[in-house]
């Protein structure tokens, strides 16, 4: 089939009001940014209170359907075709051509719904669904009409210009179009969990920001590739990533010379939240996001998050906190992370981490363990931050 324009679909109830234009804006320009990737020319507007993307050349239909599937706000995707306004029997003619083309199979019900937006056509809505009702029976006796619940819902919608002719809907992945939420830091690594989080947390519209702490020479240029890979795939639902590589191997030295080995991990994910917490200020971010998910390993008991959570006063999102890891690992393939995760490569946690790490860490004895670090620490914490290398992943 030759669709000419795609008409875009998306929930009505989070845009009543003001919000409304702000919403749609938000969706053509991250329709715009995933139509930039496709081979061909796309012309996106908003018109009559609804998003249409018109083809201006030709295109490769999967291609698009792709690309708009990765834009959130999107709830549907409908292929458009369209005809000129030849009278009515041209109309019928189109509109069987049509059915044929996109349902070999006949055995089904169906309802044609009119909608008249040139008032002056010579024959109003119920009319038109009517008699093309009748036609379409006439064509194939085995197609049945439904009008609570057809198979197939048939609309011709009469513009000005073009009769337009569409009947599927292409579900769309929801959500909230970036750029409507506001900013947040991602806590980037290379593992399974943290791109899946900065996925669910762009899909409330939320632009990304992120963060990924390497620790050369104990982490190498492939373990730091394997993220950028990572962001990679993740702009392509959130638009263009700004990561921040942060060297932390200093600061991790440093702890492990001065502080139990068996707190190392949960006071250097304290220094990863403050720095994280210190980049997003800087950046607009007003929140940052982390992978954890509740009883995964050691550093993510309830005691640990809170022992982590302490040194922040922004927000922390951890949208995975409640899912099991089948759950997550279903999520990473769908979004396609899930072959890039699992690559292995070392990560700097896995380096310095104790045989038996606290469960149950103290907030107390860990900041006690802290001021081990004194000032040295702040000294290689502005250098870990003023050393940042950041790098544009769209
Ligand atoms: P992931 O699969 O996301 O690596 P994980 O199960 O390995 O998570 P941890 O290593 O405890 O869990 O890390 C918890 C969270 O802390 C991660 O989801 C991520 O948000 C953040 N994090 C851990 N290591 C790094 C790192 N090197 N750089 C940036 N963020 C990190
Ligand atoms: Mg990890």
């Given at each position: 089939m030759n669709y000419t324009s795609f008409l875009i679909k998306y929930a009505e109830i989070a845009i009543k009001g003001k919000n409304r234009y702000m919403f749609e804006d938000a969706l053509v320009r991250q329709i715009n940014f995933a139509l930039k990737k496709v081979q061909g020319e796309f012309s996106v507007g908003k018109t009559q209170g609804r998003v249409n993307i018109e083809c201006m050349s030709d295109y490769d239909y999967d291609e698009v359907v792709s690309a708009l599937s990765c834009v959130f706000g999107i709830t549907g995707i409908c292929p458009v075709v369209h005809v000129e306004d030849e009278g009515f029997d041209k109309l019928a003619e189109d509109v069987i051509k049509y059915i044929d083309e996109e349902y070999p199979d006949k055995n089904r019900t169906f309802k044609v719904n009119c909608r008249r937006a040139r008032k002056n056509y010579p024959m109003d809505s119920q009319e038109v669904n009517m008699e093309m009702g009748s036609r379409i029976l006439d064509a194939w006796p085995e197609m049945k009409v439904d009008v609570h619940n057809p198979d197939i819902l048939l609309t011709i919608e009469i513009r000005d210009d073009k009769i337009y002719i569409y009947s599927k809907i292409i579900p769309g992945p929801g959500g909230m179009p970036v750029g409507t939420g506001g900013k947040s830091m991602l806590l980037l690594s290379g593992g399974i969990d943290s791109p899946v989080a900065g996925y669910m947390i762009a899909k409330r519209g939320v632009k990304l920001e992120a963060v990924y702490f390497h620790a050369p020479p104990y982490t190498s240029e492939r373990a730091k590739q394997k993220v950028v890979d990572l962001a990679r795939y993740v702009s392509k639902y959130a638009g263009p990533v700004r990561l921040h590589v942060i060297n932390f191997t200093d600061i991790q030295l440093e702890i492990y010379e001065k502080c139990p080995h068996d707190e190392l991990t949960i006071i250097m994910r304290r220094y990863m939240m403050r720095i994280a917490e210190h980049l997003a200020k800087e950046n607009g971010c007003l929140s940052l996001i982390t992978g954890e998910s509740l009883g995964q390993v050691a550093s993510q008991?309830?005691?640990?998050?809170?022992?982590?959570?302490?040194?922040?006063?922004?927000?922390?999102?951890?949208?995975?906190?409640?899912?099991?890891?089948?759950?997550?690992?279903?999520?990473?393939?769908?979004?396609?992370?899930?072959?890039?995760?699992?690559?292995?490569?070392?990560?700097?946690?896995?380096?310095?981490?104790?045989?038996?790490?606290?469960?149950?860490?103290?907030?107390?004895?860990?900041?006690?363990?802290?001021?081990?670090?004194?000032?040295?620490?702040?000294?290689?914490?502005?250098?870990?931050?003023?050393?940042?290398?950041v790098i544009v992943v769209s």
């Open positions: 008991t309830m005691q640990s998050l809170a022992a982590t959570n302490e040194v922040c006063t922004m927000p922390v999102f951890r949208p995975l906190i409640g899912f099991d890891k089948n759950e997550i690992i279903k999520i990473s393939e769908k979004i396609d992370t899930y072959e890039t995760s699992i690559l292995p490569f070392e990560d700097c946690c896995t380096i310095f981490v104790a045989k038996h790490p606290v469960t149950k860490p103290n907030v107390n004895i860990i900041k006690r363990s802290e001021t081990n670090l004194s000032e040295t620490i702040d000294e290689l914490f502005k250098k870990a931050v003023e050393t940042d290398e």
